[in-house]
């Protein structure tokens, strides 16, 4: 019993670092409908500068900004240079570009860093709570309360503002978005932002959790932000974080209960069977679709 | 567009000249390293034009190629390892597994929206590869198969470069022809059409999952008759030579040559094989170089080298008399392009 509630925390904190990746997945993927490959890799870039500006300056919170900052703006980079000249060619050509940028962005970062695994660049202190037998990590708290928040905040400003507004009219409609006078360009700008962002704040709790920071998290990350945007139903902020909870939970008694070297195995099958059992994912909208 | 003009005009003659040229090259060129190179362009031409068929001609994003290739790969490689099987009946039993793979793959996904197809094939070939990395009882592991025999066909061994050039020179034809005689059958048509608008496809009586699970089996076939050629060909086998970038690279030869044209998907794996080859001096700036490239190839020319040219757009101007339709846009009837 000890061991499946320890398990059951471990993967509940898998998950929410899962959950905050894949919102800002989702929210590019739900608004554009664009498969980004790069998405890892931009975190992964931002939780290195974080990283980097963390151990020279040894102020935590600069470094949390840096990080921040540096993903959004090579988020705005790339949909600049490598998605908008083919945001209107067939849907499979922005997905090469993006993978195309995603190879750029690793590889500069291999350049800048090495392929060494770091660990996290700040000395944090454990702290824990016991609940029973069972001990939870403040920050596996923490990163639970911190991705219900800004997947809440997310919500609120897709659902009740101007801003989420106009986001919503740009996915429906380029081109009547652009006729009642909203600027498109940098609407599609600012949802790369925010997603880059919100992947960032994920990319740094991974780091925080695992005390580890290495390029193969970036791919990693794509993949598993991809799955839950997909298992939670498209543009279903909601639906994906619960997804991404509901897949490291799977994560952690697979790995806990079968093998560890099948995690990812575990993880792909889940998607698979859930598309099969459901189409439009596990919270998805019935929408009629023209081919 | 004179040279255009020109090309299309005599493409049987030019395509027979450079099959002339391609069968004099070894006699030419001995070097074993331009040799391999070629071959490799060989073996990737094959698993391009068989992505084609689902990508370019059916118009379903499949980024899991790369899994039936490993798929073939092992199958054949084990049968002859672990069962004494002859190389001609390992052939044909990867190519009956990749078969089983693609349809257990393609039945249920193929029912699936485009870019859910997409994740679901990525997550197959993940499936395969890390499969094959951790049941070391039955792949190997990490460390792979190894010394697999040589390629043996009816008892003719293949022995040197020179010999396999001409093997998958002749498998490249063969599947050259085959997929061009299929492009332009009804089942090509049907597929065409699949790809251009599915709600069409089916209301004109089209049986949409028959026809992609189609396209996918026969591509998953000839990728696994690949994977088998390879491994006899390397003698050797590991998990690390399925990555997904494989699936990508194969995805992007398709791309670069234009989707849908067969012919272009030759060149493309002639221009992604050969180019890592000239920029081998810069090795760790190589992937970034390929990155860059992607993304400007994509950028500059989306359609890629050779764009479909068989869209129904073009398979109705063909039907229609010219005049009717210059007097159609005369009146001002809107030629719609979605």
């Known amino acids: 019993m000890n061991f499946f509630l320890q398990q059951l925390a471990n993967g509940l904190a898998a998950g929410s670092i899962y959950a905050l990746i894949a919102v800002g997945y989702s929210v590019i993927y739900g608004a554009l409908q664009m498969v980004n490959f790069a998405h890892g890799n931009i975190y992964m870039f931002g939780t290195f500068m974080f990283m980097a500006v963390t151990t020279a300056t040894k102020n935590i919170f600069l470094g949390v900004l840096v990080g921040v900052v540096c993903s959004g703006a090579l988020a705005m980079a790339v949909e600049r240079f490598a998605y908008r000249p083919v945001r209107k060619a067939n849907y499979l050509v922005p997905m090469i570009s993006a993978f195309g940028a995603a190879l750029i962005i690793q590889n500069i970062c291999q350049l800048l860093f090495s392929t060494r695994t770091f660990p996290f660049p700040a000395s944090v202190p454990n702290l824990f709570i016991d609940i029973g037998s069972i001990r939870i990590s403040v920050y596996q708290l923490a990163i639970f309360v911190v991705a219900l928040i800004i997947m809440l905040v997310i919500t609120f400003l897709l659902k009740r503002t101007r801003l989420g507004q106009a986001v919503n009219c740009v996915s429906q409609n380029k081109v009547s978005s652009e006729l009642m006078g909203i600027n498109v360009n940098s609407i599609i700008s600012l949802i790369y932002c925010a997603g880059a962002v919100v992947g960032v704040v994920g990319g740094m709790f991974f780091a925080l959790y695992y005390n580890s920071i290495f390029i193969g998290m970036g791919f990693l990350g794509t993949m598993k932000g991809w799955i839950a945007a997909v298992v939670g139903g498209i543009g279903n902020i909601k639906g994906t974080f619960i997804a991404g909870i509901i897949l490291g939970l799977v994560e952690a008694f697979g790995s806990a209960f079968i093998s560890s070297a099948y995690r990812d195995v575990i993880s792909y099958a889940v998607v698979i069977i859930v598309l099969i059992w459901k189409p439009n994912g596990l919270f998805g909208s019935q929408i009629a679709e023209k081919a | ?338």
């Not at chain 2, 390293?33 to 990737?44: A, E, N, S």
């Not at chain 2, 099987?85 to 597994?97: D, E, K, Q, R, Y």
């Not at chain 2, 039945?107 to 929206?113: T, V």
């Not at chain 2, 992607?294 to 479909?308: D, T």
């Open chain 2, 1 to 338: 567009m004179m040279i255009k003009k020109y090309v299309v005009e005599h493409k049987s003659m030019l395509l027979l000249a450079a099959l002339v040229l391609l069968v004099a090259f070894p006699f030419v060129i001995s070097n074993a390293y331009y040799q391999r190179i070629f071959i490799m362009i060989f073996l990737y031409a094959v698993l391009a034009m068989s992505l084609n068929l689902i990508t370019g001609v059916a118009g379903q994003l499949a980024l899991g190629h790369g899994g039936f290739y490993c798929v073939g790969a092992y199958a054949s490689a084990l049968l002859i390892k672990s069962c004494g099987m002859p190389f001609t009946v390992s052939l044909i039993g990867a190519a009956i597994i990749s078969a089983l793979f693609g349809l257990a793959l393609g039945i249920p996904c193929l029912r699936l929206r485009g870019d859910y197809l997409t994740l679901c094939s990525i997550g197959f070939a993940e499936i395969v590869r890390l499969v094959a990395l951790h049941w070391d009882k039955l792949t190997g592991g990490a460390l792979g198969v190894k010394n697999i025999p040589a390629v043996n066909l009816f008892g003719f061994v293949f022995k040197n470069n020179m010999q396999y050039y001409f093997l998958f020179l002749i498998v490249m034809v063969i599947v050259y022809i085959f997929i061009n005689r299929i492009i332009s059958s009804q089942t090509g048509r049907a597929l065409i059409s699949i790809r251009e608008d599915e709600i069409a496809a089916s209301a004109m009586g089209i049986n949409l999952t028959y026809y992609k699970v189609l396209a996918f089996v026969v591509a998953a076939v000839l990728a696994g008759i690949m994977g088998a050629f390879m491994a006899a060909y390397l003698t050797y086998l590991n998990p690390q030579s399925f990555i997904l970038d494989e699936s990508f690279l194969m995805l992007q030869m398709i791309i670069l040559g234009g989707l849908g044209s067969n012919f272009g998907a030759i060149i493309g794996a002639a221009i992604l094989v050969f180019l890592p080859e000239a920029f081998r001096f810069l090795t760790d700036y190589r992937m970034l170089i390929n990155g860059f490239l992607m993304v400007g190839l994509m950028a500059w020319r989306p359609q890629g080298l050779f764009g479909a040219t068989t869209t129904t757009e073009a398979i109705v101007k063909k039907l229609i008399p010219p005049e009717l339709v210059k007097t159609a846009e005369s009146r001002g009837v809107e030629n719609e392009n979605s």
